[in-house]
């Protein structure tokens, strides 16, 4: 997935100061911290990222009307143990609607902080709306105890199923890479105000292969668990067991030269053998920090 624009001066500044990021004078600077779905919340599937376009490979598109994340637990903080965050924020975003900020964080010592970490699931009374989210929302997350809510429609050859799924599947994310350079958290520098983004990466809810990031997208699973009105529930998705995946024509699931579509969960554990639990696993891994940086993703 792409990388932020916005960023090439923070990438730039960790450079300047030396091969370990370190800071060489003293000082304090500040940290805008803002969550996105990238270009994929925003317009849907097929989306371009870096010239390279991902698609399901199975044909359909996508587009969301929704996609609501709930966050927090901010922390800032180095391997030797000196802290420079440890928020107890929570907010509510609405990915589809735009890229949200959070409010600065001021006043952190100047120097490289290599333990970046945030949380995602379910908000409490004292969770924030970011941008356009609705009151109503928020409460409607708190209720269900949903860590991600996201609608939406998927379509292909004129035919339309429909989707609103609330996740369930809590995470701590820690010792973030950042996705800008590949070193460890990020620098503060002083006078300056460093930013680092959230990124949630959608394509993971339909990726066939967990533990790599090289996975196709698929959807006909999805489609074919939807009853007659082609809305699809998660329960719906919990009748297709992976040992025995169906397609639209109710027959064991192929691609199109006729082999079976296996969808693999490798070493990552599952709470059932069916795509549901799968689905829930592979999301829970969509947070990132700066494009591609990766976490270290535990459940709560």
């Not at 090439?8 to 030396?18: N, P, Q, T, Y």
């Not at 269900?144 to 809590?170: I, Q, V």
């Amino acid at each position: 997935m792409k990388t932020m624009i916005g960023f090439v001066l923070s990438l730039f500044s960790a450079i300047v100061m030396g091969c370990d990021g370190e800071d060489a004078s003293s000082g304090a600077g500040a940290l805008a911290v803002r969550i996105t779905g990238e270009d994929a919340a925003k317009t849907g599937f097929p989306v371009e990222e870096e010239g390279e376009t991902i698609a399901f490979a199975d044909g359909w598109t996508m587009q969301f009307s929704k996609v609501l994340v709930s966050f927090g637990g901010l922390d800032l903080h180095r391997a030797d143990g000196a802290v420079a965050i440890e928020s107890k924020g929570w907010w509510v975003a609405d990915l589809h609607a735009g890229d949200a900020s959070l409010p600065v964080f001021e006043a952190l010592e100047a120097r490289r902080w290599d333990r970046f970490g945030y949380e995602i699931a379910a908000p409490d009374a004292s969770a924030m709306a970011l941008g356009s989210v609705a009151q109503a929302d928020v409460q409607a997350m708190i209720d269900g105890k949903f860590n991600y809510w996201m609608e939406g429609t998927a379509t292909r050859a004129g035919d339309t199923y429909t989707f609103a799924w609330g996740l369930s599947n809590p995470t701590r994310n820690t010792n973030c890479t950042n996705g800008l350079d590949g070193t460890d958290g990020v620098v503060i520098r002083s006078n300056t105000t460093t930013e680092a983004e959230i990124t949630i990466h959608l394509d993971h809810l339909f990726w066939d292969t967990l533990g790599t990031e090289e996975a196709s997208l698929r959807f006909d699973a999805f489609a074919a668990a939807a009853g007659a009105d082609k809305e699809i529930s998660l329960e719906d998705l919990a009748t297709q067991a992976l040992s025995d995946l169906k397609g639209l024509d109710g027959m064991p699931l192929v691609d199109a030269e006729g082999k079976p579509i296996v969808y693999n969960p490798g070493s990552v554990p599952l709470a059932s053998q069916d795509l549901l639990s799968f689905m829930l696993a592979s999301s829970a891994s969509m947070g990132h920090l700066n494009g591609e940086g990766l976490c270290t993703v535990g459940p709560l």
